[in-house]
């Protein structure tokens, strides 16, 4: 079960992985398109929620959470495809992180 800090913690991942997928987008596109904006911050929360839940499982502090929650979410997919690497190292499988269509628009 989750206590009030780990919430803070996964929080604060969370929200800062969104403004760094924001000023990810902002420091690639001079123009504003909302489906794109709303597609990398969506990435960036998600990827903020799984850097949270890692830093709440290994007891890391929020300071830790927000700033490894930045730069995942300014980094997107990057980060996905890092995790997913890590998993298959561990685990022992290759082949499952497909890198085919990331960098796709």
Same mark, same amino acid.
């Given at each position: 079960?989750?206590?009030?800090?780990? &919430?803070? %913690?996964?929080?604060?991942?969370?929200?800062?992985? /969104?403004? !760094?997928?924001?000023?990810?987008?902002?420091?690639?596109?001079?123009?504003?398109?909302?489906?794109?904006?709303?597609?990398?911050?969506?990435?960036? %929360?998600? %990827?903020?929620?799984?850097?949270? #839940? &890692?830093?709440?499982? #290994?007891?890391?502090?929020? #300071?830790?959470?927000?700033?490894?929650?930045?730069? !995942?979410?300014?980094? !997107?997919?990057?980060? /996905?495809?890092? /995790?997913?690497?890590?998993?298959?190292?561990?685990?022992?499988?290759?082949?499952?992180?497909?890198?085919?269509?990331?960098?796709?628009?």
């Amino acid at each position: 079960m989750l206590d009030i800090r780990d &919430i803070w %913690v996964t929080a604060m991942a969370m929200f800062l992985a /969104l403004i !760094g997928g924001i000023a990810s987008y902002l420091n690639e596109n001079e123009e504003l398109k909302w489906y794109s904006l709303f597609r990398k911050a969506f990435i960036a %929360v998600f %990827v903020g929620i799984l850097i949270g #839940f &890692i830093c709440v499982h #290994f007891g890391w502090s929020i #300071f830790i959470a927000g700033g490894l929650g930045g730069l !995942g979410g300014f980094f !997107g997919v990057q980060t /996905l495809v890092f /995790l997913g690497r890590i998993v298959e190292n561990r685990v022992g499988i290759s082949g499952v992180v497909n890198t085919k269509n990331i960098n796709k628009k």
